[in-house]
């Protein structure tokens, strides 16, 4: 399994995500990682090494699993955030010499499911501010606009917008009063004519990735196949201008539940929660 990535990290791919906020990288993790991150995705669905959410409603002929924080439970997310070549593509993109890990999160639609992922960014979610949090979204199967694949709008991490937190699948009292006062996002999916906007999506193959800004707005369709499942895996990492902010909501990362530890305003270097996952030249 590859530890440094497949092909460079150009130019090209740091200007389109400083520029629109989101970009493809192509190929960057061999087979051995597919397939094993693929079958440890799928035994993490069926039996949860950590938190997990299922909709799974009787309108809907399909489901959608999200799940975060295995790699704190299970060895092989572990050792993909540690040895893959993830976090050296976000540390790249974002021009940094170093990154801590933030978090994963599985995100699963199987053949059929109606349900959308809301529009939203990420930011909002989380108890951070600033600019240098790369989310690393592997495919691990194929991805398209029919089976649910992610759509952005080029350039919205530059509005300076705050949008309400949706989680992909809806929490009752999820946002603190904070959040919960941030203005709706838009419903985009409405707006597709508009030439205000331009938007930009991807058909994938597994081992393709998507990296993205925190305030890049993002979301997606229906999985209107039926026999393809959406399979991907989402790590996310941080270096740079990050700050602590405070819980937003009630997402909480494993190691932050008192606050106490963490001096707002302040970077968050804590050595057992967030660990240095990458460096320059080692």
């Known amino acids: 399994m590859n530890k440094t990535p ?8 740091v200007r389109a995500y400083n520029e629109d906020g989101v970009v493809c990288i192509r190929g960057q993790f061999d087979q051995d990682w597919i397939e094993r991150m693929l079958a440890a995705s799928i035994a993490d669905m069926e039996r949860p090494s950590a938190r997990q959410i299922v909709a799974d409603d009787d309108d809907d002929p399909g489901r959608t699993v999200a799940a975060s924080h295995m790699s704190r439970k299970n060895a092989d997310f572990m050792d993909f955030v540690k040895n893959s070549p993830a976090a050296e593509i976000s540390a790249r993109l974002m021009g940094l010499d170093e990154v801590r890990f933030f978090y994963d999160q599985l995100f699963i639609k199987d053949p059929g499911t109606l349900a959308p992922t809301a529009w939203h960014h990420d930011l909002p979610f989380w108890p951070l501010d600033g600019n240098h949090v790369a989310s690393v979204w592997l495919a691990l199967t194929p991805v398209s606009q029919e ?4 759509v952005y709008v080029a350039g919205s991490h530059k509005w300076g917008k705050m949008y309400r937190p949706i989680p992909a699948v809806p929490v009752d009292g999820f946002a603190f009063a904070e959040a919960e006062s941030y203005e709706e996002c838009p ?3 409405e707006e ?8 930009l999506a991807w058909d994938m193959e597994p081992g393709d990735c998507l990296v993205h800004h925190p305030l890049a707005v993002h979301g997606a369709g229906k999985n209107a196949s039926n026999s393809q499942r959406r399979v991907a895996l989402s790590c996310r990492f941080f270096g740079g201008d990050i700050t602590w902010h405070g819980h937003r909501t009630v997402f ?6 008192d606050e106490t530890n963490f001096d707002v305003g302040k970077f968050p270097a804590n050595n057992s929660v967030f660990p240095v996952v990458w460096q320059a030249g080692t």
């Open 6 to 13: 497949l092909h460079p990290v150009t130019d090209d791919h």
């Open 147 to 150: 089976t649910s694949g992610l």
């Open 187 to 189: 419903h985009f999916h």
């Open 192 to 199: 597709f004519d508009n030439s205000q906007y331009r938007y």
């Open 252 to 257: 909480l990362i494993p190691g932050t539940e």
